[in-house]
């Protein structure tokens, strides 16, 4: 919503040239997502990998991923809440079969943000993945998707 008042003092007049601005940008920032649903073996959870925002360098891939619980029925032990869906930003290096965290957010069933962690290069913990889990699917998938972007300036790295 454009504010008739701006902070400025100047007044800004909705156009139809603004409203077709806004949206232009909301749709663009839409798309940037790309979503595609893992098969699990779990039937209450969604999981999926946003295409959009994988990062190549080498052999090491960065990406945001979401697990979704259908029905949520786990809780957050320090607020109480119920998790409703994690979001994590992680990092795999496709040769040495290793993954690691690099940022992640709690949501509770009403949508809110509940805890949020993130971690630098120093504090990032490389561990390996187990052969036959989601998680090898995950790298083969994600290490099979050619380079298309440079990691950002404020990535960790491994």
Not at 12 to 29: D, I, K, Q, R
Not at 76 to 95: F, T
Request: with cysteine; glycine share 6%; charged share 20%.
């Amino acid at each position: 919503m454009i504010p008739a008042q701006p902070r400025c003092g100047l007044r800004v007049e909705p156009t139809g040239l603004t409203l077709a601005c806004c949206l232009l940008v909301y749709s663009a920032s839409a798309s940037a997502e790309q979503w595609r649903e893992l098969p699990t073996n779990a039937p209450n959870v969604v999981y999926a990998i946003d295409f959009d925002s994988l990062e190549r360098q080498g052999d090491v891939v960065r990406f945001r991923d979401k697990l979704t619980y259908r029905v949520p029925d786990r809780t957050d032990s320090a607020s109480g809440r119920l998790i409703k869906e994690k979001h994590m930003r992680r990092v795999m290096q496709c040769d040495r079969h290793m993954q690691g965290l690099l940022s992640g957010a709690l949501y509770s069933d009403d949508g809110h943000m509940i805890e949020q962690v993130s971690f630098n290069a120093e504090q990032l913990v490389m561990s390996a993945i187990p052969a036959g889990s989601l998680a090898e699917f995950e790298l083969n998938l994600v290490c099979s998707q050619p380079a298309k972007a440079t990691p950002s300036a404020n990535s960790a790295q491994p």
